[in-house]
């Protein structure tokens, strides 16, 4: 029998009308390697029952809790290979362990927990246990941003001397002043430390820039210097924070969830001694790259010039708009492929291109760092 | 027994490695109510084989023709509800005439057909046999599209006293001259006659801003007067196109494949006595709107104050690009909605928001009258 | 006694408070080699008297009328170099044949003339005294526009195989369906026959099209078909023109008044069939080249990679924009420097970098070609 | 005898050739209302000789020194009203305070001066002399920003919650890594702490952030916390902000000479309760406003739709480019207003619309904080 080419698995969450596990079946149906057999929608019977019949889920695999669907997956032959978790972020912990116990593979949503000593210890079981844990920052999936970490890599902008990041939205800006009546469900539960750990704003969309960046320049945050703005919240809405890196360059990211007019506004600029390049999440499929005394250039996703990483992960023809969707599909394309290797005995030595429990890690230390340094008057504080 | 929920469907071409069977099928997998059960992918025995093992096709379900196919599945109980037809256009007529003829609905892939005689008699079977018929012109998919309409459709603009649309690609700017050696097959096929009927650029591209004018504007072309370039080709690479629509409002249409730098330019503006709209296809997301003496506005996708169609068919939030994929889908979206009412027994009198077998029709239509002009000293023909 | 390194020069038309007046007076300034010494700014004696004091206009270099001027500055020897015409339209041609027979060079506002037979008799004066002759087509004075000539006659992008232009506003919007109450009296004068001669929309700014595709492209319309709107007024205010050039090359041209939400909008594209260029007059200091088959280029003026005349006429220092007063000057600038040659006894061969009388003439056989075209049933007309 | 209506100026500095004179120069003759009759162009005796011939300068008032110049201007019935001091940074305050003690006007280049002490001695002078005293912080004369300064104070954006504001270029790129032989000399003055005071990059362009964000808000550092980078260099060619104003909230300002395929990009984004504006200054004719929970606006110059200061300091038709020399012009305008009341003998209690004295205290000391903050490890220092 030769090896298996399509993959099984199950998800933890993401019952009919949940917006965050829609995409996580959209990405995978994308890829249309993977088909889903087993779930735990919800932990209410009736979402559970109603999204497990609308999606041919058998009735022995709609599992009415987590344990018990980890526990019977891993006892059965034809059980999951991975499990993908989008529950709420305070369940992720508990979920994402309970799973690589059971010996199966997981992809999370981020982020990955509120604790350091959480992030550790699962990163520490999969690595024993030889399980692949993807984390799925969604950002680094996009095509141009792999062709960003490339030319930096192959050296076109020379050596990094600053960088200069952002993530604007305003979804929030009615929680200004102590929030009012028009509040929605969903800004509530971000705003609320239970639910969201120690930070909101910075937890929510500053650690995508700090995961963004890392992935394009392999530079990682060694200090930060933070000034957080609450507006009369229990937590922060609006964050500007100094950077240092390992390598002594600086940068400085700006995350917020008040600017009016921005709506997920994430965009990264690297600046070398030979060039810079700039990358704007809401017009993914462009890259800017301007040599120094050169024009500036446009690079197009899916054009005969554009090689490596971003010409494999290109879906459909240049010009036509290939969205969120097939970014968050690369990620678990990354993921999928090293899942399938394990699958049919030859687990990568090294992890393919997505971004894994260590980057969750570092997320969750980022954000410890940046809340701490905002606390203590803004000074430079250790990641 | 209640209605049912999800639907069956077939698939006519799209083995593994082609392009636009894969968009349909990453289409309805994002609508996630529609199952592949049946299909003839190739006529390559091989092919077809190993894209229905790739699928999980049943073997009894892998047909070797198109025609067997149609009778096979029409006399099962669980037969398929609807094909996809995506096969090279030359075969659109024979095979979609086929399913309909078995009573089974069809989604086409643009261009309907060559003829206009052909066309007429797949509207009058389809028509006559109560059977649903998407034609998917792409681009009325999109949210955008779909506000500017209701835009127009309210007056926001008022009367429309111009238009001016275009489509620019470059892939075929090797073709000028005569072609070269590293002529694509793809831009052979374009090119050819016995395969793209009387028109290559205008059939290929042309007809999409007939379709999506028509779309927002209600306003059909009553006849044009027109310029095309073949650049020593058989067959057309660019064309400007004078149009006087049914109302008497004039409007200009340029479409070309050999414009450098534009990739898949697809620009529409309407302008009207109160105020003009404009989208850009590569950057579907937004729409430009000014109203007479006032700002230019910038309406995103996704937001609070979108409402009507653009809100109902927006998959996921603002700023985060939904691409080509979703337009796609909300296409299929319409015509599986319709399909669904049909299998409950209670087919729809009016069809709901897609492009049918008529508006494939029209485009059949205004290739002709196109080309006839330009053959002609661009003299006004009528459509 | 050495060669004289400044000029002087009058100016007819241009009392306070006239928009175009300012215009060539200041553009004229930046160049900060030339001196207002004598002029006839109104006829109306009060207005003329005021400008006169103004701007210290000795009391007997002030006139009264244009042809006082002419006689009395040609008998001066201390007369004027040029006289800078910006008039009414109906009186262009007057008043530069006044001040051609009188010996003096003549700068003229744009359109020169209404009729081909007028256009020509100035070009032949003009050409037997030796006298230099500018009619200011604004836009060719953009350093932007000078490069993309230059990279064209390079070869940058190849054979040129289609041109796509365009000249859209709106301000004239309100005079659809007959004009209302708000009509403003410039829009009256724009849109009244006698004033404005056959044409509006096409003799306002279709002409702008012309010549600044002509100045980049060397190309010069051979025949043209063209639809006009004049909604109920007596003149055109919207005009789509299909172009066949010299060289057998199509393309299109559109202008409109009517077009909310367009202010100035002057577009050019020309796409060859190694590459393309886009300029566009409201981002005058970009160019957008793209070379087959590579990413797009933004060319930035000012720029160390900018050489030959864009370089020559960079004024500020890149980043910073020049505007348009800075076009307009350049325009002066070729003109002053040749009147400077000829005043120093060496009077050019060949015209400067600056539109001439010819241009002018070129411009009138285009407007009346166009409207004969459109009066036609838009059938191909001569131009 | 009445009012006058013009003025008399003379310059310092500003030789043929030198760049900040000209545009000094041609925003003055933009203006149309002052002439230049006095001058100490350049210490070098035969610079200053060809320029003042140049610019018809009379013999006697072409001053070898600004010393004898302002002693012998200042004994002049038909003496200057003001002088323009285009003179080196070094020297703007010794020649400065020498016309204040003359009793004329000034107008003086950025920056003021190298110390507070200074600063605040020259402010201290102007108002006891009564004398008006324009710094040409060359931003806040857009209108555009004129615009944006009305909206805020209107409260079209509610309470102000956050500011991000940046000024990256890229010509000093070279000088990473200590500079090289390429080094022109205007960078090497740049870096230069003789001639250009304790800060390079923040004292060139940092300066005009809080110029123009203190401009358009109203707010003003309370203290910053912010990192410089010298590159191996004796002066800072990069820096990060984090800004308190005297109102408690936050911003973000970055500043950069080393950021490859930046010009002059000083982007200013206020955020408010209720809205949003974005500047951009090398497209000034645009403001972006978003008010929250609407489409974003574009607001364009010269239209119907504008009112108050932006309309008022309107040059030119919308949708024709101003650019920077009328952004000069109009910090001239309010200027030589205020000089013109003084000089028809009714000097103004409040300052017109522009830059003055006290702005350029403001910069001085931003500085200074700055770059205290900076060498004491970022910690938040008192402005």
Redesign the interface.
């Known amino acids: 029998m030769g090896d298996r080419?399509?993959l099984r698995y199950g998800m933890v969450g993401g019952g009919l009308g949940a917006?965050i596990g829609?995409?996580h079946?959209?990405a995978i149906?994308?890829e249309?390697t993977a088909?889903l057999v087993a779930a735990c929608f919800s932990s209410r019977e009736e979402k559970n029952k109603e999204t497990g019949e609308?999606?041919?889920i058998a009735q022995d695999r709609l599992y009415s809790s987590y344990e018990e669907m980890a526990k019977a997956e891993s006892a059965r032959e034809d059980g999951i290979d991975f499990v993908s978790i989008v529950t709420p972020n305070a369940t992720h912990y508990e979920v994402a362990k309970t799973f690589l116990e059971a010996g199966i593979h997981v992809a999370c949503e981020k982020p990955l927990c509120f604790t350091i000593e959480q992030g550790e210890e699962l990163e520490q079981i999969a690595k024993e246990k030889h399980l692949m844990f993807a984390v799925t920052y969604t950002y680094t999936g996009y095509a141009m941003v792999k062709l960003a970490k490339e030319l930096v890599a192959a050296g076109e902008?020379g050596n990094i001397?600053?960088v200069?990041a952002?993530y604007?939205?305003?979804w929030l800006?009615?929680e200004?002043?102590g929030g009012n009546q028009t509040t929605t469900k969903m800004s509530v539960w971000r705003t609320d430390p239970a639910k969201s750990g120690i930070s909101n704003c910075v937890g929510d969309i500053g650690t995508h820039i700090e995961d963004t960046v890392a992935y394009i320049t392999g530079m990682h945050p060694k200090k930060v210097?933070a000034?957080l703005?609450n507006?009369g919240m229990d937590l922060d809405l609006?964050a500007?924070i100094?950077v240092?890196y390992d390598n002594g360059v600086?940068?400085?990211y700006?995350c917020?969830q008040?600017?009016?007019?921005?709506?997920?506004?994430l965009v990264v600029?690297i600046?070398?001694?030979?060039?810079?390049i700039?990358w704007v999440?809401?017009?993914?499929?462009y890259l800017?790259?301007?040599?120094?005394?050169?024009?500036?250039?446009?690079?197009?996703r899916?054009?005969?010039?554009i090689t490596g990483m971003a010409a494999e992960r290109n879906?459909?023809?240049?010009?036509?708009?290939?969205?969120?969707?097939?970014a968050f599909a690369n990620i678990y394309h990354g993921f999928m492929k090293d899942v399938l290797e394990c699958v049919n005995g030859h687990c990568p030595e090294k992890n393919g291109d997505y971004p894994t429990v260590s980057d969750g890690v570092a997320g969750v230390k980022f954000i410890h760092a940046v809340v701490d340094s905002s606390k203590n008057?803004?000074?430079?504080t250790e990641v």
Chains 1, 2, 3, 4 share one sequence.
């Open positions: 080419k399509r917006f829609a995409v079946r959209r149906a994308l249309e088909d609308f999606y041919g902008i001397v600053n200069n952002e604007l939205q305003d800006i009615d200004i002043g210097a000034v703005d507006y609006n500007n100094l240092e600086h940068g400085v700006s917020s008040v600017c009016a007019g921005h709506l997920n506004g600029r600046f070398g001694s030979e060039g810079s700039e999440q809401e017009e993914p499929d800017k790259v301007t040599k120094k005394g050169q024009p500036d250039q446009i690079y197009h899916g054009t005969g010039y879906h459909i023809p240049s010009g036509h708009p290939e969205g969120l969707t097939f008057a803004s000074v430079w």
